[in-house]
């Protein structure tokens, strides 16, 4: 089952086209971009997302989001109902409508004479403060878990036995942390772990996956942190989140193009496996950067980049099962 439905493809495509009918606009206003993009959307089919708060799940159609997001659009973006969309735990299928609405306005100067993705090795603490800590450029850290536990130990049957055998584990998982199945048949992580061992292992017949949590027990928590290190070029001073957030799957399409409503930024670190990460500058930089920038992680490096000012995707490339953990940081 492909991880990207028809109707998130459409979204995509459509998304593109905007973009590039203004390239040749020497001035783009945001405000209009957005409303042009919204202007589209709302003529497409009705879809549902799940809304979960205090493990209450509340099913909306997408449509009644468009009649607030066009008052939002009204009203310049009023900051307490935007605060209040980003403030809540919610999976949206087409989630690119709601995403575009409430997220910052990106400085298009940082990325204008940018024409890749920088691999670098050994970064110290300083320059990677001066050039990418807080810049919202993306980077790729090269060799910055070889010490890692997590390189031997993190797999499918270590996070198997240990949400199954954690008091509570995946209880909490259920009611207060968020999970992602990206378009594949798994409605709750305990799905994902009661697959059968034949597809856990992509035997041959067996159809791919790729799912991502983020994790909110803390005993897991401290279990999970005796196999990682905090990244060491992460600045002295800086406060990490305390959620971990962990992807994992098999080659194929993986995280489809999508905004984060997180307000820090962020790193992962590809644990096992290799992934192909592509991302799309806001439609406002439609003209002053390029349109879209790739770069593949291997295992052992660590990406770094703002997931609420880059639409992102991800695709896990051919070998190995992709395992990777990241958190935010400020």
């Not at 024409?115 to 320059?127: G, K, L, T, W």
């Not at 820090?264 to 991302?279: E, H, L, N």
Request: glycine share 6%.
């Amino acid at each position: 089952m492909s991880a990207v439905t028809k109707e998130d493809a459409a979204l995509e495509e459509l998304f593109m086209q905007l973009k590039k009918e203004f390239v040749s606009k020497k001035k783009v206003d945001p405000k209009t971009v957005r409303a042009r993009f919204l202007a589209h959307v709302k003529q497409g089919q009705k879809s549902k997302f799940t809304y979960k708060r205090v493990g209450v799940f509340v099913l909306v159609p997408v449509l009644s989001i468009l009649v607030v997001a066009a008052a939002v659009v009204a009203a310049a973006y009023k900051n307490e109902l935007i605060e209040f969309v980003q403030g809540q735990k919610c999976v949206v299928e087409n989630n690119l409508i709601v995403s575009e609405l409430t997220r910052p306005v990106f400085n298009c100067e940082l990325c204008r004479n940018m024409d890749r993705i920088e691999r670098i090795a050994n970064i110290s603490r300083q320059e990677f403060l001066e050039k990418y800590a807080y810049t919202t450029v993306p980077v790729v850290i090269t060799g910055a878990t070889d010490s890692w536990k997590a390189l031997d130990t993190f797999n499918y049957k270590y996070f198997k036995k240990l949400y199954t055998s954690m008091t509570g584990g995946m209880k909490e998982m259920s009611e207060a942390c968020q999970f992602f199945n990206w378009g594949y048949p798994f409605e709750t992580l305990e799905e994902v772990f009661n697959m059968t061992d034949a597809r856990a292992k992509l035997e041959p017949g067996e159809d791919s996956w790729y799912i991502g949590w983020s994790n909110c027990h803390t005993e897991t928590a401290r279990e999970l942190r005796k196999n990682y290190e905090r990244p060491y070029f992460l600045p002295e001073e800086s406060e990490s989140s305390r959620l971990d957030w962990i992807f994992m799957g098999w080659p194929g399409p993986g995280a489809f193009l999508h905004i984060d409503g997180v307000s820090r930024p962020s790193w992962q670190a590809q644990i096992s496996g290799r992934k192909k990460w592509t991302y799309v500058p806001v439609p406002e930089c439609a003209g002053i950067c390029k349109d879209k920038y790739e770069a593949i992680v291997e295992k052992g490096d660590i990406i770094i980049f703002d997931s609420n000012q880059w639409y992102h995707a991800t695709f896990v490339m051919p070998g190995e099962i992709s395992i990777t953990i990241g958190s935010e940081y400020d």
